[in-house]
């Protein structure tokens, strides 16, 4: 990892192709309150407050996507899980925004407030 070797970034499209083919595990680290309000399907939460590498279970043979909001957070999880070492790391480019900008299936609380009474 360095300036001139900058840590892979994958589209919303290709992470649901990975996920869907069982190639990947999908790692939230943004905080409880945004991932109970909406999140995706499956998808691990670890907020970036709490995350340590030191802790964070051994994952082989499967790509780690990690996501947040925007990708801003992500990468930074991202960049601290390279450093100690993790391996097949890819940051979600647009974090959630971008999965739901592809049209893609959320789920939460977000859900349970809407009034769809007519």
């Known amino acids: 990892m360095s300036e001139d070797n900058p840590l892979p970034e994958i589209t919303a499209e290709t992470a649901k192709a990975w996920l869907d083919a069982r190639e990947a595990v999908l790692l939230d680290v943004r905080e409880v309150h945004e991932f109970e309000f909406e999140n995706v399907p499956g998808s691990l939460l670890l907020p970036l407050s709490f995350l340590?590498?030191?802790?964070?279970?051994?994952i082989t043979g499967e790509k780690v996507i990690v996501m947040c909001a925007i990708g801003k957070r992500s990468a930074a999880a991202q960049k601290q899980l390279a450093r100690a070492g993790l391996a097949n790391l890819y940051n979600l480019a647009g974090g959630l925004d971008a999965w739901k900008k592809?049209?893609?299936?959320?789920?939460?609380?977000?859900?349970?407030?809407?009034?769809f009474s007519i």
């Open 52 to 58: 340590d590498p030191d802790c964070f279970p051994p």
């Open 102 to 115: 592809a049209g893609y299936e959320t789920q939460g609380g977000k859900y349970e407030a809407m009034d």
